[in-house]
């Protein structure tokens, strides 16, 4: 009998289990899943502050994503009228179906803030530099297409909740002078969120942007081993002992699996405790005060809160535009690999306080702004 | 290969563990799932939109009768009556209100508003509070200011032309200081205006002229004044000294409020002064007004003094246009008439009031309320309680008078109103109600008489009285009739409205039976009974215990109408179909219904024709 798992085991990884460094070698190279891997990795990309894990916990989430989601899909019915009952027969007669949903749900603002994160990694370690632009402007679409999954999904419950923060996005996206309101009217289908904007949703959430998504993952992943693996720093001292390099079965391998294991026991107990909210039905004659954007647009809705033009176009725009150009026009290659190096201290501050001010414009706009967008006291 | 530093060994941990920890969250999930119900019974109204699944755990069968016997599960589900989340299956899910679910089940209370939704009538049997709401509803006026379904523009208030010909200046601030202490039954809700807003309404009213009054009489005699007062049975529609019926304003105090010119004229020309007065036109003559004015301004005077008797009788006409505009901006023109404003509604619809969820609307401070009749019934009470001060102030006036239970019913009837809430053909109309009063004389005599504000008639009218007109004609001489009107006397000693001497003269009393005789028939009256034995009939009186409620030859008791004399009053044929067929008890009427053989019943009409 144990032969028999011992075969099973053995013939996934092509060579048998790697138990020598010769066989983990061979097993990198040639076995499906692990040759994504270098066969060999630097000690100092093992370091759990390399990357702290950002991008792979980003893949994995979306990987539970697609999972969860299928199984949602089984049983969601995109159109107003059902929409929002799928869910009631989620949270009541649906096997599984609350903890399903609260995985998808919670996976999901997971996913937005780790993608973030990750860019953040990278930015502050200088990794969107040569030879490793042309992957920073994908992890940059990816980023944008992570928002914008969020933010179709976000639509689907058909709750009050769903209805009037995608009204509000979809106001923000009209805003945008020329190109807003065609662009509006493309994305809903209608001049108001309804019936053609919730299948335009549905189909854009659980068909369109994964398929991107998978495709881009796929080339930032390529782009990743093909650009030289993790940004190092040239200034890092060689380890005093031990090897310069260590096989990635199983150090590398074990660290991505304790990873994986540890978020799947976070999310599910996250997903066990708390319940993904789910307002009443979407009522068009019932506007809550304030009508709030998905978290992650809130630092926008704030912005526009002060100028429409400025804080909800420009400024999101430019920042946008920025990210998109910047490997292309900073092209010091000094101080890379390091969160805080002198050459780039001031790069970073930039960086840093830009970030910090989206963060604290999105804590206004989340915890501080109650009826009619005034400013109110903790807590909304 | 010696010098490769070997995996650490909490590498391990995390892997293994995480993947025991998966395997128990897994297992603690499968066992949760086991609670699920295995079998969903649901039920689909697919009129109302509703999916009911609370027969996963209750049975129908068990609901309590009578309900279900008009309501059936089949075509009205459960929560289209007892509210709560349908498609739940769990307790608290499907009881209690939450984040994810605003309506819990209904109580007893807001059950009634889920019948007003469909029913329409202003009375609902099986719904008391609901139907105790619309008649508040109606009575305290609020179709003035609010566009309510099945309510017009209220009339009952009194008409303000010529003011000042009937009141004092100081009395009408007071009045609109707070109406309660002036009048126990007022019907005119506490507005909430400052010093100055009062001053200016005031000279707004003074400012209207209003009919001339009669020339003032000789001095009354007030000991005179004092038996007109008894002998026309002013206490039936008004207060004296917490006694007295409430149709009419109370008059305590009347004395020291009403100009005695005023009051002269009014009690000898009622109509000509206030068209849309509910007070009958007694037409007094010039002594007998003058004499209950004397009476008036001797009697009903405060005992101690009161600001409004004694203060400066001060009106700034300058103000008078800034009045007329507080006038219409606090809807005072849904109400009363006044010159020449036009009436109109000074508040929101509330014809889609029902729908409103609580949690949209604005909250107190102190003392949240979490169902929408709450909500309704406090801002009903204390309009105030929603103000955010400097920001927003209710113009809606404080409805005194009312008690928690009134208000509370008052939001029931309010929050039944939804606007396409249930599909048309589900609505339950109210019965057409048309009293069918014909133009000319009678129909002057009936408006000048205002014998609809205390009795019914084709379902309209008052509930003063406890006849009904309809049928009338069928239960009453013709002759006895006449004179009844000329001089009425009291029939049934159990009732307390006495209806007043209002100097019918015999040519208008004789129309007035006329028209009750010819047209006001009960068809379950069968004319033309032959009468039976008296004799017999006096036998059955006694063997039936007739004499537990009636009087004869001075005996037996006063439940119902004496019996000493009706033979001029009641006609053979009403009470031959009164006993034996039942058919013709009108309500109110407390007689048992009928039963008896036809020959007996016979027999007793013919004694009681002796009698």
Known sequence: MRDFFRRIRDSVFRVGWPEDERRALMAMRSSFLLHIHAAKVRPASLRATATWGLGLLSLFLFGSLVITGVYLMFYYVPHPD??????????????????????????????????????????????????????????????????????????????????????????????????????????????????????????????????????????????????????????????????????????????????????????????????????????????????????????????????????????????????????????????????????????????????????????????????????????? | MNDEPALPRWLHVVVLGSFFLTAALVGVLLVQDAARPAQVEQRIVADLEVVDRCETCHDAADHPAPWLDDHPVERFGCTTCHGGQGLAVTKAAAHEAGPDWEHPLYDAAEREAACGSCHEAATVSGAPRLSHGRALLAERGCAGCHTIPGFDLPETAPQLDGLRDKVSAAWVRAWLTDPAPLNPVHKMPRFALTDAERDALVAFLFSLDGPALEPAPAAGDSDRGRLAVAQRRCTTCHRVDDRGGDVGPDLTLAGAKLHPAWLGSFLQDTHRLRPTTRMPGFKLSAEEAADIVAYAGEQWVPDADTPWATAADTVDPGLAAAGRALFVDRGCAGCHRAGDVPRTRAAMALDDLGRRHVSDLPQAGAAPTHDLPSWIATKVLVPAAFDVPGVAAAKMPAFTGLSADDAFDLGIALAALRKDGVPGDWKVAAPAATANVPAGEVGALVDRFRCLVCHQLGGRGGEVAGVALDGEGSRVRRDWLVGFLQAPVTIRMDQSARMPVMGISPAEATALAEWIGSSLADPAVEEGATLGDPAAGALAYAARGCATCHVVHGEGTMKGPTLDGAGARLDPDYVVALLAKGGAVVPGNRHPEGGLPEAEARDLAAWIESL
């Not at chain 1, 150009?325 to 290659?333: A, E, I």
Request: charged share 15%; with cysteine; proline share 8%.
């Open chain 1, 82 to 380: 059902a929409a929002w009952r799928s869910m009631k027969d989620l949270a009541f007669v649906v096997p599984f179906g609350v903890v399903t949903r609260n995985l998808h749900r919670w996976g999901a603002h997971a996913m937005v803030a780790l993608v973030l994160l990750h860019m953040g990694r990278v930015f502050l370690t200088g990794g969107y530099k040569a030879p490793r632009e042309a992957n920073w402007v994908a992890g940059v679409l990816l980023a944008i297409l992570t928002l914008g999954l969020s933010f179709t999904g976000y639509l689907l419950p058909w709750d009050q909740l769903a209805y009037w923060a995608v009204t509000v996005g979809s106001k923000m996206v009209a805003s945008v002078p020329g190109l807003g309101p065609p662009a509006a009217l493309l994305l809903l289908g209608d001049h108001t969120v309804g019936e053609a904007a919730l299948l335009r949703f549905y189909v854009l959430h659980c068909v369109v942007l994964p398929l991107a998504v998978a495709g881009l993952v796929a080339f930032h992943l390529y782009r990743v081993r093909k650009d030289g693996g993790l940004v190092t720093s040239e200034h890092a001292p060689a380890p005093a002992e031990g090897p310069r390099l260590l096989p990635a079965w199983p150090h590398l391998i074990y660290r991505e699996l304790a990873l994986l294991g540890g978020l799947v026991v976070a999310l599910l107990l996250l997903s066990m405790v708390v319940d993904a909210p789910l307002e009443p039905q979407a009522d068009p004659t019932r506007t809550p005060n304030p009508a709030k954007a998905p978290w992650y647009f809130l630092g926008i809705q704030e912005l526009a809160h002060y100028s429409a033009f400025w804080g909800g176009v420009f400024i999101p725009a430019a920042t946008i535009g920025v990210l998109l150009v910047l490997p292309y026009v900073d092209r010091h290659d000094q101080g890379l690999g390091r969160y805080w190096p002198k050459e780039r201290r001031t790069a970073n501050s930039v960086f840093l306080l830009i970030a910090a001010f989206f963060v604290t414009e999105t804590v206004i706009g989340t915890f501080f702004r109650g009826p009619a967008w005034a400013l109110m006291w903790w807590p909304g």
